[in-house]
């Protein structure tokens, strides 16, 4: 079963030399030995994307203060840098297992057990700054947000910000320290503007399973060119999805398990698109079952979405609050891509229109940051564009 | 550090056989192999008491339906065993990797990862099913919840309740989905009051430490011996204390670590008593320091409560909300006695009155459950009391 020789399977979930995907040792591989259950800080890009993802995630939306009429351009981008070289500077320490500076509660700390810590800096922040000419195109197009989508019931209570920290790890306490420690740092500086907590199963080196009980995360990219070609931006950066979602668990459980794999356009235990036998077999719309009608149906969630998958790196995770008779739980989205008019938003745009899983699932939150790219040894996060 | 070694040690906590402290192999102890991480649902006492804190705790407080004035006596027990019977039935099966009944995503519990679901009973139900002098005396004198303690600011929103069920688990995804499927099968009988979550850090074989950074849970009954005298009841049960408690995070920042230790009577790092070295050393109140002065001052934590832990299982999780500027995280104290009058209330009484640490914890829940005694196979939760 799933004892400790899947727990220290958790702990490899990727291999530090290069393996059959073509996958480099960097920051982005949870690559560490039993020995060492830190994520590299460091390194070309940020943690915490292509990382496999941990079982926790503390994603903490803030605000920038005092953005009055007075107050922009130059002056709002050198309250950025302040926050970035405090917050760069703790958690690099904090995710590599030393104490930050005004940290009197080390021991929370002293196991990182594979924090990372990621953050993205949103639109309307990077306008104020006066700062659109200095990163990717797409930020320009998403200064009021991503665009609306049909069905979209959002909540401003998780949707925008100014810049966002997504704090992931395998030990909560460390996670829940390091969003103290961070936001204290900062405080005369930023304001918290929403919180969202998710988890994923933990790890048993098996693709993770949403609450609606089927795998999510099949069809990712992961080898270094995808990543080059899709994920990351010309900056070295990626840009940063993120919509809550919330089920209708009494409808969806009324459904029987056939009916919930027509949906999905996938079977519940292996996870293989229907028709086929592997979690991982190609996608096949054309196939046809014996009495001549498609295996996986267009309006299915996969038969909407196939093909997508390489071109965003997906990273969601479940979140439920209060237990409810009617249930209270979802998914929070996470992807990154290194254009979003071109990755999840036409893709969203054509899941809102019809896919038949909108029949259970309402998004209830968006946002959307740009991601600066990695640090190496004493930069800040985002110098290279605060500085340029 | 805290590596492999460290995951794997968190799957033995304790020993399945005898060990020093004369613990012997029960459901009470988390004392799988590496092999099988399930503990045992049956046994003489529920499961999930004595057992080793998991990582996560999902404490859901239901009460029972339709409680109106034509509705007592015989019909609340009548309800009251319809529900035991559904719960202990699917909390077996999922606890044992098993599929309940009504269950669609068996895919999500079919690695219960240390799994433990356990029933405690509100005094008010038990007056409400008239089945007050068939339970230890305590619940008589309990029926309007715990006595007031000085400094209580009590929320509804996080006291009392009919039927408590405490959910604790190493995966979070299989504890959420226990807390959905036993609130489904019981939605015609139960609504639920409140929920709360908690965590402790990933385990290590160390004291799990408390999110003011102290190591809580060092004083606690270990033996056979001890259990039998201070925590089972007459009939294999125990009282289950639940106390949501805020911390004022703002003004503990401001001490620096020495004033803490202080405050808490114990040193941060090692846990030990001030004035000694070892985190399980005997609390000596009377040992002065070279100036003539108690190492322990005797309003610190320490100084009211020493001598008190034996009597008490504690069981706290930590648990944090919202980021704010204010910070938002606190401890959900569970504790199991024999006799909550003779153990947690006079203690709480005293800690209420004159424990420094007030000046930053704030009780703001507080409920009290009577929990009967574990179950044989095929037998449900209360049976000895329901049908008696």
Redesign the interface.
């Given at each position: 079963?799933?004892?400790?020789?899947?727990?220290?399977a958790?702990?490899s979930p990727d291999g530090k030399s290069k393996d059959k995907n073509g996958t480099t040792p960097d920051n982005q591989s949870a690559g560490?030995?039993?020995?060492?259950?830190?994520i590299d800080f460091d390194g070309e890009h940020q943690a915490g994307i292509k990382t496999a993802p941990q079982?926790?995630a503390?994603v903490?939306a803030y605000d920038l203060k005092n953005r009055d009429s007075l107050d922009k351009g130059q002056r709002t981008a050198d309250r950025l840098r302040r926050v970035m070289r405090i917050w760069t500077d703790d958690a690099r320490s904090m995710t590599q297992?030393r104490v930050p500076l005004a940290d009197?509660?080390a021991?929370?700390t002293?196991?990182p057990?594979n924090l990372t810590i990621t953050v993205g800096w949103g639109p309307q922040l990077l306008e104020k700054a006066e700062l659109l000419d200095k990163v990717p195109a797409w930020v320009k197009n998403n200064v009021h947000g991503l665009p609306a989508f049909k069905g979209d019931k959002l909540n401003p209570e998780f949707s925008g910000g100014d810049i966002v920290l997504q704090i992931c790890g395998?030990?909560?306490?460390?996670v829940?320290?390091a969003?103290?420690v961070l936001?204290?740092g900062c405080?005369d500086f930023v304001?918290?503007r929403w919180?969202q907590r998710g988890?994923?199963?933990?790890p048993?080196g098996e693709t993770?399973?949403n609450?609606?009980?089927f795998k999510d995360g099949t069809a990712i990219p992961r080898t270094d060119e995808e990543y080059d070609k899709a994920i990351w931006d010309e900056l070295g950066g990626t840009a940063m999805v993120i919509r809550r979602i919330v089920f209708d668990?009494p409808a969806w459980?009324i459904?029987?398990?056939d009916s919930?794999e027509v949906v999905f356009g996938r079977s519940?235990?292996s996870g293989a698109p229907l028709g086929g036998q592997d979690e991982f077999d190609e996608v096949d719309l054309n196939k046809l079952d014996p009495t001549g009608i498609p295996f996986i149906d267009p309006h299915s969630h996969v038969g909407i979405s196939a093909g997508e998958g390489k071109f965003m790196r997906r990273r969601a995770y479940?979140w439920?609050?209060?237990?409810?008779?009617l249930?209270s739980?979802g998914l929070i989205f996470i992807c990154f891509q290194n254009d979003p008019d071109k990755a999840f938003t036409p893709l969203q745009k054509r899941l809102a229109e019809s896919d038949r899983l909108n029949q259970w699932i309402t998004h209830v939150g968006s946002a959307v940051f740009w991601c600066p790219p990695g640090t190496q040894e004493g930069a800040y996060w985002g110098s290279g564009v605060l500085e340029g």
């Open positions: 079963m799933a004892g400790t020789a899947a727990v220290i958790s702990c560490h030995s039993s020995e060492d259950t830190r079982t926790h503390l903490v297992g009197l509660e021991e929370l002293k196991a057990m395998d030990d909560l306490t460390a829940s320290h969003a103290r936001t204290r405080r304001v918290p919180t988890f994923v199963d933990a048993t993770p399973r609450l609606l009980g668990i459980e459904l029987d398990r919930r519940i235990v479940n439920d609050g209060e237990i409810t008779p249930g739980s």
